[in-house]
């Protein structure tokens, strides 16, 4: 049964897949010779370009953005649990040292019986 699904799973993708090449390719045929005008800066002149370019400027432009945005959260998360890691380590140091030197003071001896609580003292 789970071959099954996995079939079901791989054909569904690629209906997917080809359909959205599909839409694609009817996209770009039908706006190739779509012009636009549009302007990239306050104060400049308007540019003419096709439809076409101008989306597949926008969509690399998004691609670019994301990627950044995406290489910027993993540093920082990474950058974090460094920090925290670096931090841990130095808690377990203090803590280790501070075992060791308790290690090392000497505990008075008990030299004589403890005295019941209501009886005098000779």
Do not use: C, H
Request: hydrophobic share 45%.
């Amino acid at each position: 049964m789970r071959q099954f699904f996995e079939k079901l799973w791989f054909v569904v993708r690629a209906g997917l897949l080809t359909l959205t090449a599909i839409y694609l390719l009817a996209l770009i045929y039908n706006n190739w010779s779509e012009r636009a005008r549009f302007w990239y800066w306050p104060g400049t002149a308007t540019n003419e370009v096709s439809i076409t370019r101008l989306m597949l400027v926008a969509f690399v432009g998004g691609l670019i953005i994301g990627a950044t945005g995406l290489a910027t959260m993993r540093a920082v998360i990474q950058y974090r649990r460094t920090r925290n890691d670096r931090l841990e380590r130095r808690k377990n140091e203090i803590n280790l040292e501070m075992n060791r030197k308790a290690s090392m003071l000497r505990t008075k001896p008990n030299v004589s019986e403890p005295i019941p609580p209501n009886q005098p003292i000779n």
